[in-house]
């Protein structure tokens, strides 16, 4: 299993105390089981202060969560231009 990306998320709580969210993009290539091809997995792992969760993905369901934050990214890039654009009118 290889990291192939951190994503690190410092933030403060009502006490003013630091914390620290990381999600990690974790990945195991394709193999041969039983002489047969087998899918690689992609594992997100969110890990926080005070524990961790993991989910594994296969490649599809990667590629659609992929693919679904790329859309809401983009969109939300675009409500943000065009509100500067309000902005500066």
Do not use: Y
């Amino acid at each position: 299993m290889s990291v192939e990306d951190e994503i690190i998320h410092w933030w403060k709580d009502e006490k003013g105390e630091n914390h620290r969210n990381c999600l990690r993009i974790e990945s195991e290539g394709p193999q041969l089981a039983n002489g047969f091809p087998r899918d690689g997995v992609i594992t997100v792992r969110l890990v926080n202060t005070v524990s961790q969760q993991a989910i594994k993905l296969n490649p599809d369901e990667a590629l659609r969560i992929s693919t679904q934050l790329l859309q809401v990214a983009k969109e939300m890039l675009n409500q943000k231009r065009a509100l500067w654009a309000q902005h500066e009118e």
